[in-house]
Every structure is written in structure tokens, then in C-alpha cells.
């Protein structure tokens, strides 16, 4: 089955009782038992719901995975993976990284003796040297939030493959759609699904996808007992959002390109991250292991201090001014007060999350609107 014909029937049973197209909303907490033990292979909502699967086999499907699971967000699809671990394991990390992750891993899971070495992923030659017998896992974003950076998903698992350590990526910015990590070799794929996957900004969600049957069995063993799961409602968004992914992402896609174009060369920008560039860092590792190059931008102003960035940042009209991404509807973010405000200011400064620095998520409006609100914003 291709891709996408996928999106839409991918991991997807047919609704016997009344021949719903859709899966139905199962919005109930538990399920009648025959007796004792006996049921219909659902006993209480927490561990098992009928919407709920339906998304976990769309998501594995798409992922060319055998499992997929489904949380109440990304962080908790990302805490999930954590509770694998004890105290005295250590986990390589790209230095490049979601706030929300940072803050998960610095804040409270170094209080339970694990330990995060955070480096520069781009370089792999950068990650033998930090390999010790304590290592279990290297966590990944490709491309990473906010810098555009792509890391090479098949040479970092081999690398874990021959030293017998997990590899984990989270697939947000690309999607499924983009870019296959399971193909790549990659054990565990994360997805913040509040983002493209959904793609309407109306869900909270995670989910992740595996084909490591020891694995998996641990992975589901963490989402019953910790009860991170998602609602009947939010999976059924989830999914329903799922089946136009193919073609929003495409649109995402088209849009950010003309607009790289407009950025690339305007006089008040400085420094320009899409990996679509050919003078991106990363362009031939991303042309190698991506359809296309997604539709998250960012850019650092000229000259910009704070002030003149909050200025630009306010002043969009059809941006809107907000955190999150991959919604339809485009974005503008300054990560240095929003989404990554929960790393220290000395260690953004050090990867490039510079107060100048601009994250957009391009939506799918007609791409000319967005560059005349660009050209007027920016100034």
C-alpha cells in the first residue's frame, strides 16, 4: 500500500456493528464483561480503547513500524521512553532541542541519577569519544527545533549498532510523510502528533512507533501503568487530521520553499535555516534521507536585539504570534522567550538561539499573503 493510500486506510478495520466509515468516538472508561475475565478484548479505557488503537495502527503503519502507542502529548510519548532507564544509565542527546525535552531530561529525570551528555550530532565523529558502557540510549530531533539542523539518521544507527545502544528520533518537524526513521534503522520514532499529524492546532497528543517486540511490550507496560494516555476524542482528531497529511505537507513544503526564496538575500536578514538551501549545513544529508524539506523556517534579524524582534514578531497580520507548529495556519515564535525559554540563556547563546532568532511554521495560505506579511513585518 502506498504512502498515500496509507494516511487513510493504513492500520484501519472496518466497523462492524453499523459499517461507520470513520472509527466511531468509543468515549467510554470500561467495557460489560460476559463474566469474570471474559470480554471483547477491552476491559478498562486506560489500558485499552477501540479509537485509541486506531491511531496507534495508523501511526505504526505509516512508520513501517509493528507498534505504535499513543499519549497524552509529546512529552509523555518522551517520558514513556525515559522510565526504560534507571540511575548510572547515560543518554547522548543533540544540543539542538526542544525546550520541553531539555527541561524533561535537566530538571527531573537528572534528579534520578540518569545522565544527559548533550553534543553536536552533525558531526558524528563527535559521538564514539562519549560512548561509554553506561550509554543506553542517543536521542535525536532531525531537523532539530528551532535551528533547521538535520542529523544523519542511518550513520548514528550504525553507530548504536555496533555499540548495542538504542537510538530514539523524534520525527515532528519531518513526519512520517518526509522521512522514515525505522527505515534508517532508528529503534524508537517519537511525534509530538499535536503538530503536523493533527495539524489543525485543536490537539494535545504523542505518539511513538516501534518494531522491537521486547520493546514494545516494555513501551506498553509504561503507558498503562503510568496512565499517560490520550482521550477517544483527541485520537479521533489525531487520525482524522492523519488523512490529509500527504497533502498538507505538500503545500507546507511548496510554501516554505518560496518563502527561503524571499528570505534568502533580504536585507534585513542575517543568518537563514532551511535545509532545502544548498548552502544549508545539511542539505545533502537531508536531500539523502527526506522527500522534501519541510515547513519550518527560521532566521535571525540584522542588527536585532530583543526590542526590534519583539517589534517584528508583533506585528505580523496573517502570521500569527504563537507557540506550537504544523498547524494549517502559519506561525511566527521567538524561542528565546517561548518555546525554549526553559534553557539557560548561556546555553542557547551557545547553539544559535540567539534573542535575533525568528521560527516560523509555514501554513498552507496562499504563500503570496505570506511574503507580503513578511515583507511588512520585517520591513
Known amino acids: 500500500m502506498k504512502f498515500n493510500t496509507k494516511v487513510i486506510h493504513g492500520g484501519q478495520i472496518k466497523e462492524k456493528a453499523y459499517g461507520a466509515v470513520m472509527p466511531p468516538i468509543y468515549q467510554t472508561s470500561t467495557y460489560a464483561q460476559a463474566s469474570p475475565g471474559e470480554h471483547k478484548g477491552y476491559e478498562y479505557s486506560r489500558t485499552q480503547n477501540p479509537t485509541r488503537h486506531a491511531l496507534e495502527r495508523s501511526i505504526a503503519s505509516l512508520e513501517n513500524a509493528k507498534y505504535g502507542l499513543a499519549f497524552s502529548s509529546g512529552l509523555s510519548a518522551i517520558d514513556a521512553i525515559m522510565k526504560l532507564f534507571k540511575s548510572g544509565d547515560e543518554i547522548i542527546s543533540t544540543n539542538d532541542l526542544y525546550g520541553g ?19 553536536d550530532l552533525r558531526d558524528l565523529s563527535n559521538v564514539e569519544s562519549l560512548i561509554s558502557d553506561k550509554t543506553k540510549l542517543i536521542w535525536v530531533e532531525t531537523p532539530t527545533n528551532p535551528m533547521i539542523n538535520v542529523i544523519d539518521i542511518k550513520g548514528l544507527s550504525d553507530i548504536c549498532k555496533s555499540n548495542n545502544i538504542l537510538l530514539g528520533v523524534d520525527n515532528t518537524f519531518s513526519t512520517p510523510y518526509l522521512q522514515k526513521p525505522i527505515d534508517l534503522g532508528a529503534d524508537i520514532v517519537m511525534h509530538s502528533a499535536t503538530k503536523f499529524l493533527a495539524g489543525h492546532s485543536d490537539v494535545i497528543l504523542g505518539l511513538l512507533a516501534v518494531s522491537n517486540d521486547e520493546l514494545a511490550e516494555k513501551l506498553y507496560f509504561m503507558q498503562n501503568s503510568s496512565g499517560a494516555i490520550c482521550g477517544p476524542m483527541d485520537s479521533f482528531l489525531t487520525l482524522r487530521g492523519i488523512k490529509t497529511l500527504h497533502v498538507r505537507m505538500d503545500r507546507h513544503c511548496e510554501n516554505a520553499y518560496k518563502i527561503a526564496e524571499f528570505l534568502d538575500g533580504h ?113
Open 101 to 119: 525535552s531539555y527541561r524533561l531530561f535537566n530538571k527531573i529525570y537528572k534528579k534520578f541519577g540518569l545522565k544527559f551528555i548533550f553534543t
Open 267 to 379: 536585507p534585513s536578514v542575517d543568518k537563514l535555516y532551511w535545509p532545502g538551501l544548498k548552502q544549508h549545513r545539511n542539505h545533502d544529508v537531508a536531500t539523502r534521507q527526506m522527500k522534501n524539506f519541510g515547513g519550518m523556517i527560521s532566521f535571525t534579524v540584522k542588527n536585532g536585539n530583543f526590542e526590534k524582534v519583539k517589534k517584528i514578531t508583533s506585528n505580523f497580520k496573517v502570521f500569527t504570534l504563537a507557540e506550537s507548529l504544523g498547524g494549517v495556519e502559519s506561525l511566527v515564535n521567538h524561542p528565546a522567550t517561548m518555546t525554549h525559554a526553559s534553557i539557560p540563556k548561556e546555553e542557547r547563546d551557545k547553539i544559535g538561539i540567539v534573542d535575533s532568532l525568528i521560527r516560523l511554521s509555514v501554513g498552507i495560505e496562499d504563500v503570496k499573503d505570506l511574503i507580503d506579511d513578511l515583507d511588512q513585518a520585517i520591513g
